[in-house]
Each structure stands twice: as C-alpha cells, then as structure tokens.
C-alpha cells in the first residue's frame, strides 16, 4: 500500500484537507479526493479568487477556469470561462469522463454543463461585486476595454488559485485547480489553471505539479509540464521546483521597457513526486503550502523555498 499524501496551496482550510484525508484513509481514489477538496474551496464565500466570491472580470462577470488531471490515465478535464454554475471543478471532471475532448471554454462550458445537470449558480457574491464597483469608480469608464484593464492593473489587483495534488493508498495521483483568475481581467482572458502543462500536470508514474500566481507567466513556460519532465528523467523534486520557479522568477523580473507583459507579480509551484515527497517554490517569501501525510492528524503549513532568479 502507498501512502496517501495531500498537498494543496497554504489558503484551504485545514478542515478541507483533514476530511479529504479521512476519506483517503477509508480508501478513496485520488481523483474523488482532489475534487471533494476543490468544491469545498468553490463553496468558501471567504476566497476570493476560486468559485463562489471570486472577483469578477472588468465587466463584473465571475468567468471561472478549472482543471483535473488522472495521473494513471493522463485523462484531463478543464473548462475556461464558465459562468453561472457553482463547481467548475466537477464540469471539468464531467467534460473528462464524458467527452472525447479535454477542455471547453465559455458558452460551450456552460451549454455542457447545463446539459449535464450541473448547479447553477450566481457567483458573484455581494463582497466582490462591491470591490469592483470600488475598482471601476476609481479607473473610470474612458476609453475602451483594453485601456481600462491596464488602468485596473494599476489601482491593484487580486489573483489566487486552488491547487491540490492528492496521492491515494494504490499510488495513484491526482491533480486540480479551479480559479476565478485575476480580478478585473479582460473578458475572456484564460489563465494557466485550465491549461494542461501550465498549470496542471500530473503522471503517477514521476510526479504532479500545479501553479499559482500570474497565469501568463506559467503559460509562458509550460511550468507544470517542465517539473514532471524534470522528474522523468530523473531530477531530484527539489532540483526540478527550483529550476522552474528561477525561470518563473526571471519571466516575472523582466523590466517593463523590454517586455510589456511584465508584471510586477510572484508565481508558486507546488510539487509532489511518485513517492509523495512534496515541496513548494515560491518567487517572492511568505508563500505557504499545506501538506497531510496518512498519519498526521492535521495538515502542516510550510513556507515555500523562495526562489530567486540568479
Ligand atoms: N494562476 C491564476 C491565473 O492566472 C491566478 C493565481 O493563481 O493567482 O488565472
């Protein structure tokens, strides 16, 4: 028997964690696990960046981006841009077991969902639809979107994301992400959550990894795909996070004159390997991650290793 193993970003609330590990222990698959634990992150009206209570985009439309990936199969669910349903996490799983695709976005996520059955939701909640219009009173309605989306950059944004990996008792892993993205984005805008290989990537066989942060720099460089790589053939767990997080790092450093999609932003990847060693590498310090071993009766928060990008 494997050891179950649950790592998710420092945010989830232990007690998600601690039932998600109940259940793992009862046998449970990595894959049931890893979705429990993101619906009861979608739920939590406190996190403003995944599900219900997520900042909307700079029209005041919550557009959610989720992805699940089965590290036995490779089989990969995602949705981008789903509106109006309360857990994108569990369309992406449907849109994985009952589709011969692996990601839908906007309308067709959201035809596909009603067809399903899906629950709908309004998921803007009253917190976030009073930080937008807070946001939208001070950039003004000048001009047109894509000018107002760099004004709203400027005013201060949130981003956010649900990561979680879930080794089960066979070995087994799973991983997801569900996210509302960045607050005031332009509509329409995906992130790196739904995108296999930027912020999701998992194979049983070497490992999984799941990104938080500025989405486009993980886009960017592919970072899920390039740990698990770096573990195929054969780097240590901490050597790969490193590796990734010091390119994110140098991505994210670039000054503005040199490339305007710099941002002065951070970036986080969490990782577990085959044998449920885990670690989390951060580019800027005080960025945490839990992680719940079978026999720990609470999840441990830890700092991410900060890297930086020489
Ligand atoms: N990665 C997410 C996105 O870019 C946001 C975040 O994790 O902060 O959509």
Redesign the pocket.
């Known amino acids: 028997m494997a050891e179950p193993v649950i790592l998710a970003n420092g945010e989830v609330k232990d007690g998600f964690i601690v039932e998600g590990m109940q259940a793992l222990r009862s046998g449970a698959r990595a894959c049931d696990v890893a979705e429990q634990i993101a619906r009861a992150v979608e739920d939590d009206p406190e996190e403003h960046?995944v599900g219900y209570g997520g900042f909307p985009n700079l029209l005041g439309e919550v557009e959610l981006?989720a992805s699940i990936m089965d590290g036995d199969t490779l089989h990969v669910g995602a949705v981008a841009g789903l509106k109006g349903f309360r857990h994108p996490i569990s369309v992406a799983r449907q849109v994985m077991v009952r589709l011969p695709h692996v990601l839908l976005v906007g309308e067709g996520a959201a035809r596909f969902a009603e067809e399903i059955g899906a629950e709908r939701r309004d998921m803007l909640s009253p917190e976030a639809a009073a930080a937008w219009r807070a946001c939208m009173a001070q950039i003004g309605t000048a001009g047109s979107l894509s000018e107002r989306v760099w004004r709203a950059r400027q005013v201060g944004y949130g981003?956010?994301?649900m990561n979680v990996i879930v080794r089960d008792a066979h070995g087994s892993l799973c991983a997801a992400v569900t996210?509302s993205?960045?607050a005031w984005k332009y509509p329409g805008r995906v992130?790196?959550?739904p995108l296999i290989g930027a912020?999701n990537y998992c194979d049983s066989r070497y490992g999984a990894a799941a990104?938080?942060?500025?989405?486009?720099a993980?886009i960017r460089l592919a970072a899920a795909a390039q740990v698990v790589t770096l573990l195929r053939v054969g780097w240590p767990l901490d050597a790969a996070g490193r590796e990734v997080a010091r390119q994110l790092a140098q991505l994210l450093g670039v000054s503005a004159a040199e490339d305007p999609m710099r941002q002065v932003d951070w970036a986080r990847v969490l990782v577990m390997d085959a044998d449920g060693a885990v670690g989390g590498f951060a580019t800027r310090p005080g960025l945490h991650y839990k992680v719940q071993r079978a026999q720990d009766p609470i999840p441990y928060l830890r700092e991410a290793c900060f890297v930086d990008p020489s």
């Open positions: 960046t981006d981003h956010d994301t996210t993205g960045v992130g790196d959550s912020g990104c938080m942060g500025l989405g486009e993980a």
